[in-house]
């Protein structure tokens, strides 16, 4: 009795991880914009938008940390191909509950190439080490942040075409 594919593509039809060939795909223009956000201590946010941390200056780290990330995607998640980035830009707002109790960082990663896959994971693994790397730089005076609400919110090309999460 064979079994049927697998819906999932870095399945084999024996339910083996492969890597998903892309060899005969076009090379596109491809983006892909991922967010996410770190709660914090507004003293916290403070202390980060002065520039007086004692680490340094946060974001601008941070956002060298998440370049750094996307560029390495592949070796940190075992099935991604190796890409040639064309653009990795990362920014940085303040956001706040309605309730102004909780204050936090959001991160919009920003990665394009042109190539036969897309970049949705180097967007998502550069928002995740940002977030990681203002945690690591700030968990002296807060270790209660919270990184939360990781996600792809737009992505363009390939074959699958245009996908958007905006809210």
Known sequence: MSTPPS?????DAQGQAHMVDVGAKPATHRVAVATGR???QPETLALIE?????KGDV???ARIAGIMAAKKTSDLIPLCHPLALTRVALEFTRSSTPSQKVTGIECVATVETVGQT???MEALTAVQVSLLTIYDMCKAVDRG???QDVRVVEK?????????DKV
């Open 59 to 61: 974001l601008g780290i």
């Open 145 to 147: 942040m919270v990184m």
């Open 50 to 54: 002065s520039g007086i941390a004692k």
């Open 118 to 120: 897309g970049v949705e």
């Open 38 to 40: 770190i709660e914090m």
């Open 156 to 164: 363009k090309g390939g074959k699958s075409g245009y996908y958007t």
């Open 7 to 11: 819906p999932l593509t870095h399945f």
